[in-house]
């Protein structure tokens, strides 16, 4: 059983690390999301060194909390919380989407413990959550499903089927929690396809809402512990993330959702990583 870290400091530094790790790993693939990823670093953070009820010595635990990551492209950010939390070498990390790697471009149950999910097509991973979760209150079972869903796959239907689902079940065993970071591939979400008013969607389909800094690993743990407390609806928790977060030149441009650093790109952005660094071991 891996350590429960409680110190605020300790959580911002790993973050800064996993930060790091992701802008390396994508540099040394030539492919893969930046802005995704290095937002939800915080959040992994928090669900990977706190949150969770996890082993990576023993990644197929039964008591253990299940953590399903719908918009798999954004894997490098979970592959880092993964290894630095102990299920595999950290050094195994630069070879991310390498041919013969682990490290696939979206994570695949079954080549790395600890991945409960296979994903790739966006919109189907709360509905893998929603079926974990009906199996567990039904068989009486203790741990928790969490979903870690991005804003755009919300502008697909079988994301509001899953939705209905779960408040029908009244799964409070069930929290989701949304990467609002308000990009994707093609542009700003509500561009593209509206998605607000969110919460007042979520609440109006029969869910408990919180709503975030996705950057406050405090608040992000003391969203998960209330969610504890809810017993008879799923929660939604909305995490309102900056694109690109620590990364100046990267944050809030849609055209970093889909693309890797170069090198000029990852020397700039460990720069400013390191500088974040230095004043978290100050605080």
């Given at each position: 059983?891996?350590?429960?870290?409680?110190?605020?400091?300790?959580?911002?530094?790993?973050?800064n690390?996993?930060?790091q790790?992701?802008?390396?790993?994508?540099y040394?693939?030539?492919?893969?999301?930046?802005?995704?990823?290095?937002?939800l670093a915080?959040?992994?953070?928090?669900?990977?060194?706190?949150?969770?009820?996890?082993d990576p010595?023993?990644?197929?635990?039964?008591g253990?909390?299940r953590?399903?990551?719908?918009?798999?492209?954004?894997c490098?950010?979970m592959?880092?919380?993964?290894?630095?939390?102990?299920?595999?070498?950290?050094?195994?990390?630069?070879?991310?989407?390498?041919?013969?790697?682990?490290?696939?471009?979206?994570?695949h149950?079954?080549?790395?413990?600890?991945?409960?999910?296979?994903?790739g097509p966006?919109?189907?991973?709360?509905?893998?959550?929603?079926?974990m979760?009906?199996v567990?209150?039904?068989?009486?079972?203790?741990?928790r499903?969490y979903?870690?869903?991005?804003?755009g796959?919300?502008q697909?239907?079988?994301?509001?089927?899953?939705?209905?689902?779960?408040?029908k079940?009244?799964l409070?065993?069930l929290?989701?929690?949304?990467?609002?970071n308000n990009?994707?591939?093609?542009?700003?979400?509500?561009?593209i396809?509206?998605?607000?008013?969110?919460?007042?969607?979520?609440?109006?389909?029969?869910?408990?809402?919180?709503?975030?800094?996705?950057?406050?690993?405090s608040?992000?743990?003391?969203?998960c512990?209330e969610t504890k407390?809810?017993?008879e609806?799923?929660?939604?928790?909305?995490?309102?993330?900056?694109?690109?977060?620590?990364?100046?030149?990267?944050?809030?441009?849609?055209?970093w959702?889909?693309?890797?650093?170069?090198?000029e790109?990852l020397e700039?952005?460990?720069?400013?990583?390191?500088?974040?660094?230095?004043?978290i071991?100050?605080?």
């Open positions: 059983m891996y350590k429960k870290i409680t110190s605020i400091k300790k959580l911002k530094l790993m973050a690390t996993i930060r790790d992701v802008l390396k790993m994508l040394e693939a030539k492919s893969g999301h930046s802005a995704g990823s290095v937002s915080d959040v992994f953070t928090a669900m990977y060194f706190n949150v969770l009820r996890h010595d023993n990644s197929n635990w039964e253990r909390d953590l399903i990551l719908s918009n798999g492209h954004v490098p950010v592959y880092s919380a993964m290894a630095n939390v102990g299920y595999f070498p950290t050094e195994e990390l630069l070879t991310l989407r390498k041919p013969g790697s682990r490290l696939q471009g979206h994570p149950k079954g080549t790395l413990p600890g991945i409960e999910n296979s994903s966006l919109g189907q991973g709360l509905s893998i959550a929603v079926g979760a009906i567990a209150k039904r068989a009486g079972k203790h741990h499903i979903a870690i869903l991005s804003d796959e919300h697909e239907g079988q994301t509001w089927e899953a939705i209905l689902l779960a408040a079940f009244r409070g065993n929290t989701a929690i949304l990467d609002r990009i994707q591939i093609d542009g700003f979400t509500e561009e396809l509206p998605l607000e008013p969110l919460a007042e969607k979520f609440r109006a389909f029969g869910w408990h809402v919180i709503e975030v800094n996705g950057h406050d690993i608040k992000i743990i003391s969203a512990e407390a809810v017993y609806k799923p929660t939604m928790i909305i995490a309102h993330t900056i694109p690109g977060k620590g990364v100046p030149f990267m944050e809030y441009l849609t055209e959702h889909g693309k890797p650093p170069a090198k790109h700039e952005a460990l720069k400013y990583l390191e500088e974040e660094r230095k004043l071991e100050e605080e």
